[in-house]
């Protein structure tokens, strides 16, 4: 898979490195349906080409993987060099997870984290689903972690988890409140809608809403069959 595609904009100039997460954080390569998700795997293969630079990282994303979410934040948070994270509109879920491995946290006006519990879906008798609701309560504990460590103030810490527990939507003013190094700019860069499978399972706020790809044209759709068509037919002459 096309690293420029997955990430949706991949750049590095000189001492600069620019990545932009648009898309679902996927477990793998084999979950990402849109170029726009990414997956551990791909960042990982990103950052060995930014060792020592300073990466700027772009996040519009309704999150995804939890899992997938703690091993980028981990990678971020190990990488040589400053990391500055933007959040141009929304970081939720997984994604609000890997907004706070930066050095910087920038949020404009209009921009949001949200935290909520992890959840999953399950099928068996009682005594397994009982087990997989106790991993899905250490599994949020451990994402809790992460929040408490950036708190600005250690009291929050119960506060935090009621937030959590609630499924909060948190503005720039309120991240600066509550988190390390979040930086409040004025200056209104944040969309009002959003792409993502993950994006239906939330409660979402008004003002934002979910943008469903739009649909292929009879005219498109026989355009390509067309296309395809004569493809083969080239490639049926080069064989014969």
Known sequence: ??????????????????????????????????????????????????????????????????????????????????????????AASAASVIALSGDEIIMPAGSMLMIHEPWSAAVGNSAELRKEAENLDKICENMLGI?????VNADDSEKIADMVKAESWLSGDECKELFKNVIVENELKACACIRGESMMHYRLPAGLEIVEEKSKGVDEVAAEIEKMIAEIEIDECLWN
């Open 1 to 90: 898979m096309d690293i420029k595609g997955v990430c949706n904009s991949v750049e590095i100039n000189n001492n600069i490195a620019n990545l932009n997460i648009y898309g679902d954080i996927a477990g793998s390569e084999w979950d990402c349906w849109s170029e726009e998700d990414v997956c551990p795997k791909i960042v990982s293969d990103f950052l060995e080409n930014t060792k020592g630079k300073e990466l700027h990282i772009h996040i519009n994303s309704g999150g995804g993987s939890a899992f997938a979410g703690v091993a980028i934040y981990n990678m971020l948070r190990a990488r040589e060099g400053k990391t500055i994270v933007h959040v141009d509109a929304l």
């Open 147 to 151: 929040y408490r460590n950036h708190l």
